[in-house]
């Protein structure tokens, strides 16, 4: 069954598949929310670059704390697609390209991992599912997180022996993994849920002699000097004490965050699974709304629904069944350190546990997954309902990037960014936030 589709993702078809999956991306991102305060502040920072020529220093902020985080990465990865194409766009462009070719590389990754999944399977889940469609096509910060996510998960469970399937050499391994570290440390806080990982892979890198672990360090510091570049102009003109003085004002003891166990567990699994209530609504009555106004398309939607509520439990049984995947088991138990590390780590955060604070570890999660549909494919009946249930996904899909093209897109008013654009004044679209320490 899957076999006759699979065919449209082999040879030149694979790459017509893949290039029609990018701009069904790309017009779901142009399609999703900008004029959220969010989201307009990430594409000012970039649209302010371009206005001013002014480098900017400081990268997205951090609002309950009224800091910024060093760096100029964020602004350059806005800001540089209108030097080559001054439209509304052409930011939107630049991480769907980032984006789809990083999914694409998880895909390839997850079939040389676990080669009886169907390739058509494996590419559309990876690349259509819930999360990655709404924080991988749109501008914000968490989007920009998940290609340099992906390159680091991928270098650490090929760093170590018991997980590696000889996809990367060890020294590509931590140059990936220093790549990214510095990377998303210019893009969001959450960076700091990488140094567990890190740290481990250096430890299990002992094993093969003190000599070889400074090697690949090495490795991992050169991989980590190309995003550090971007770091350089605000350590160049406030110094190491001015670029990270207010770093420690986002660390607060907070133990309210200690009861939210079972959220933290639920919303880590539901990374990888078809969690769409989210982005259906804020509230039960929007959701409720929602479905009314596209009541046709609802079957589909509320069956993807609900195979979404069941995937989380499906994944933590099928990783106990017995002949598990050797390298299930080494990754359950990885899987089961990170969900303990994460939630502990909100007891110095300032803010709950939003699933888009730890979206950088949806990589992890999703290979762990797969192992869980690797499963149900032995069953026929179960193979039907998976081709029914990715329909359904692009069904949603489709529907929600209908609802938001009228109701949230940079569409209801693209005149305004297009007028900010031609004449180098981001103020015609709005101002930065107060605490901005851009120039």
Request: overall charge positive; proline content about 5%; glycine content about 4%.
């Amino acid at each position: 069954m899957f076999e006759k589709i699979d065919h449209l993702f082999k040879g030149r078809a694979g790459w017509i598949a893949i290039t029609l999956i990018f701009f069904f991306r790309l017009a779901y991102g142009l399609c999703s929310e900008f004029w959220f305060e969010d989201e307009m502040q990430i594409y000012l920072i970039g649209l302010k670059f371009y206005s001013t020529a002014s480098l900017p220093l400081f990268g997205p902020d951090v609002v309950y704390t009224l800091t910024q985080i060093p760096g100029s990465l964020q602004g350059l990865l806005v800001g540089l697609p209108f030097y080559l194409w001054p439209a509304p766009e052409a930011p939107y462009i630049l991480l769907n390209l980032l984006s789809t070719a990083s999914l694409c590389l998880l895909a390839h990754y997850v079939m040389k991992r676990i080669p009886s999944l169907p390739l058509s399977l494996t590419y559309l889940w990876i690349l259509t599912c819930p999360w990655v469609m709404n924080y991988s096509t749109h501008v914000l910060n968490p989007s920009y997180v998940l290609p340099a996510a992906i390159l680091f998960f991928i270098g650490f469970m090929e760093s170590l022996p018991r997980l590696s399937i000889g996809y990367l050499k060890p020294r590509l391994s931590f140059f990936l993994m220093g790549f990214a570290l510095l990377w998303i440390f210019q893009i969001h806080l959450s960076w700091v849920l990488l140094i567990p990982f890190l740290l481990y892979a250096l430890v299990v890198s002992l094993q093969t002699g003190f000599k070889n672990t400074v090697f690949v360090f090495l490795w991992f510091f050169a991989g980590a000097l190309i995003p550090a570049l971007a770091l350089l102009p605000v350590v160049v003109e406030l110094g190491w004490a001015g670029a990270f003085s207010q770093a420690s004002n986002n660390m607060v003891l907070n133990w309210k965050n200690l009861g939210q166990f079972f959220t933290v567990l639920t919303r880590l699994l539901s990374l990888a699974s078809f969690e769409s209530a989210r982005f259906l609504g804020a509230n039960t009555h929007e959701r409720i709304e929602f479905l009314k106004q596209y009541i046709w398309f609802s079957p589909f939607i509320v069956f993807a629904a609900i195979v979404g509520f069941i995937q989380p439990l499906w994944m933590v049984v099928a990783s106990l069944l017995k002949k598990a995947n050797p390298h299930l088991k080494v990754l359950r138990i990885i899987v089961a350190v990170t969900f303990l590390f994460t939630w502990l780590s909100f007891l110095f955060s300032v803010k709950g546990p939003s699933s888009h604070t730890f979206y950088l570890l949806f990589p992890l999660i999703m290979v762990f997954s797969m192992y869980s549909w690797e499963r149900l494919l032995r069953f026929k009946w179960t193979k039907v309902l998976l081709i029914i249930f990715l329909f359904s996904g692009l069904v949603f899909n489709a529907v929600v990037m209908d609802f938001n093209f009228h109701h949230k897109s940079m569409y209801k008013d693209r005149c305004k960014v297009v007028k900010a654009i031609e004449n180098k004044d981001y103020h015609y679209l709005g101002e930065r936030r107060s605490f901005d320490r851009n120039p």
